[in-house]
């Protein structure tokens, strides 16, 4: 904001007139400040308070959506089975399309993993056995191959991706680690499960395209 006043021209100004304009700038140049301060943190507070609103309500209306969705999506997969006379499937995976086959609806039943304490005892074991056939021959190989075994940012191991270093260390064609990663599979148990429901519609060229929810798709 501008404080001062254009027409007033300062050179003719007497010394007291002149100390009392610069004071009298200077405390509109404050109020001004202290003026957009307060709007800014009105502003601020407005707008906390207004997403606040608004994404608690989309919150609650995704968790009735995903309700929804899953609920009857199961129905109508159960559904499916009893007008043909046949005993509904258990599965971790079904897909329900409509007749124009344009949009399509998919459930996923996906299991949560840990460890329980003695994986710690073949977690160790692959280790010595890494180092001791890759440290000194192939070091890069060797931090490849240990980092897949540190603890993520949670500190735990990650199931799947021991799962998945368990399959392609059968190609190394070594008995002893080969036999430390089943045993390390069977310490795995099931903590949980969560269920996803994911929508696709086709686009101009026919391809499927995800209907995303996530505020990083958008």
């Excluded at 001004?32 to 502003?43: H, L, P, Q, S």
């Excluded at 994404?55 to 995704?62: A, D, R, T, V």
């Excluded at 968790?63 to 999506?73: D, H, P, R, V």
């Excluded at 310490?187 to 269920?195: A, H, I, L, Y």
């Amino acid at each position: 904001m501008n404080t001062e006043n254009p027409t007033l021209d300062l050179s003719t100004l007497s010394e007291k007139d002149l100390q009392e304009e610069i004071k009298r700038r200077k405390e509109a140049k404050k109020q001004a400040e202290i003026k957009a301060k307060k709007e800014y943190e009105a502003d601020k507070e407005n707008y906390l308070a207004h997403s606040a609103s608004k994404f608690k309500q989309l919150h609650n209306e995704l968790q009735a959506l995903k309700a929804y969705s899953i609920t009857e999506a199961n129905k109508l997969y159960q559904r499916m089975y009893e007008i043909n006379g046949k005993e509904p499937k258990t599965v971790n995976s079904f897909t329900l399309k409509n007749e124009a086959d344009n949009i399509k609806v998919t459930v996923d039943r996906q299991e949560r993993f840990e460890f329980t304490d003695e994986a710690m005892v073949h977690i160790n074991a692959i280790r010595d056995i890494f180092k001791s056939k890759f440290a000194e021959r192939n070091k890069g190989l060797y931090n490849i191959l240990d980092g897949l075994l540190i603890k993520n940012s949670k500190m735990e191991y990650d199931p799947k991706l021991l799962a998945k270093a368990r399959r392609q260390v059968r190609e190394l064609g070594d008995d002893n680690l080969i036999s430390e990663f089943d045993k390390l599979d069977e310490c795995q148990k099931v903590t949980g499960s969560s269920m996803y429901c994911r929508l696709h519609v086709r686009d101009d060229q026919g391809k499927w395209q995800d209907v995303s929810l996530q505020f990083s798709s958008l």
